[in-house]
């Protein structure tokens, strides 16, 4: 194929996921009304599973902090005429790209695929559905534990008695989404240590000689990423940082290849 001829097939592929990111996107638009309170608007009140989970584990964990307050609920406002009517748009095209992601990894393997070898396509393969999946469970850590943690704090803490914490839908939907997506994106690491293996960048030797720096940048990056502070929620959040290290430890390659040394052999005359 030319190069005119591939800039037409990778045209229609991206004309085949934009027309799957508008279906999914139609769904959402029909859907959303009926789930944005119960999954979206979730975190705001005492109910959300999260809350209730940590609550029971409080009983058999001394330092945890409270979250048994069942008067928790908070109440979001709209300031703008236009911000119900935007969020819901917005909301319904998220809700398309995140649901056609499996099928925008299809699209762009098939591609791909003709340009690769046989060993580099399972590798490709491979790595799209690895990214595909680790994508997916750091969105689900992001909404279970990173965004309930620091929204209930931040929601709750008090500069003063005399203020009174309201938020608004702009700045909730924003952090939702912004968390959420972060990550899913840190969730991304191994797949990134993956690539740097198979360039001869990266070897399991590393990570175990970097494995006490991982733990102690595991635990700064969770104190950036949750303010609280508290040991609890500090732990809850290193834990699945950390286990990014020890997941890129796995995927990587064990040893870089051997050397081979050239040696001169005397030509043999028939």
Known sequence: MSFWDHLEEFRWTLIRIFVAVIVFAIVGFILIPHIFDSIILAPRTSDFVTYRFLDKASQFIPFMPDFSAD????????????????????????????????????????????????????GVK???????????IGCLVGYFVVFPLIFRFLITFELSSSIENMISLDSYMNNFYTLILVMGLVFEIPL???LL?????VY??????????AVVGSLVLAAFITPSGDPFSLFVVTLPLYALWEISAFVVKKEPPAEEEDEDL???VE
């Open 192 to 194: 990134v240590f993956w």
């Open 204 to 213: 399991r030797p590393f990570f175990r000689k970097y494995r006490r720096h």
């Open 126 to 136: 491979r790595a799209f559905g690895f990214g595909g999946f680790m994508f997916i």
């Open 266 to 268: 005397p030509a043999v």
């Open 71 to 122: 008067s928790f609920d908070v109440n979001i406002l709209n300031i703008n005429m236009t911000t119900q009517f935007m969020t819901y748009i917005s909301t319904s095209l998220a809700f398309g790209v995140l649901c056609t992601i499996p099928y925008i990894l299809y699209e762009l393997w098939r591609f791909v695929s003709p340009a690769l070898y046989a060993n580099e396509a399972r």
């Open 197 to 201: 293996s198979s360039l001869g960048l």
